[in-house]
């Protein structure tokens, strides 16, 4: 929560990586939303925020490239807002180029720059990103939507934006590398070594959420040694994360087909988190997705 009781939120990112998506989400959990506020308005935003009183104690603004040259401002009017004892938050959204390439196809839409400079929507992406580098380095979370469903993406909104989620926030994820790499994780564990539960008949079909695949996974040595060599580095690594000021720090496991191995060893972590006292956010990215080989 930030300062003064008033609950500042600035959702930005890359075109077509789903601020609206997350706009959604936060509005359904009680922030009152305005779409594409030019950064000038933000400290009027935030001022009346400040006299209004409970029905505008959560404020969230998108604000991106839709804006032109007026979205240059925001650095500086993130920086004001600071010098005026509030703290706010930014969520930056992102997914891969061929991902947004891909978005843009399916929905038929043009890209703010690709239309403003008459470039191809690959060129406007690079430039966009140039100029969106600076913004994404002092977000508080960074989210990658390239593998999400819309599902998805507001849970994670939901759960990086509850009440209770104070301090540094720990997000256990788990997934599976035929589906892609898990890219805004900060520590990546592959635990594809591992004996793999898809290939015993009776557990092919179950997850890493059941206790009889957990058993499976973890009645191997070499499986009692790694998790306990990783919750020792985690535990050790927390707390200097957190001293560095870091807000969000996202660990992740990855296996095959990301349902039994790296959901097993991801909900293992998650209660080893939970015993030091840290807020845990979990996330199973490919459970329910299909593995034919």
Known sequence: MADNKLDFVVITGMSGAGKSQAANALEDIGYYCIDNIPPMLIPNIVDLGLRGGEPLSKIAVTADLRGGEMFDDVERVLDEILKCGITPRVLFLDASDEELIRRYKENRRSHPLSVSMNVSVAKALGMERQRLSKIKSRATYVVDTTLLSSA????????????????????????????????????????????????????????????????YVMRFPQSEALFSKIADLIKFSLPLYENEGKSQLVIAFGCTGGKHRSVTFAQRLSEVIKKENYHVLTDHRDIDKKRTV
Do not use: H, W
């Open 152 to 215: 998805q993406l507001k849970r994670r909104v939901d759960d990086l934006f509850t009440e209770d989620a104070a301090g540094m926030q720990v997000q256990v994820l788990s997934f599976g590398f035929k589906y892609g790499p898990c890219v805004d994780a900060d520590l990546v564990f592959d635990v594809r070594c591992l004996p793999n539960p898809f290939y015993i008949d009776e557990l092919r079909e179950q997850t890493g959420l059941q206790s009889a695949v957990q058993d």
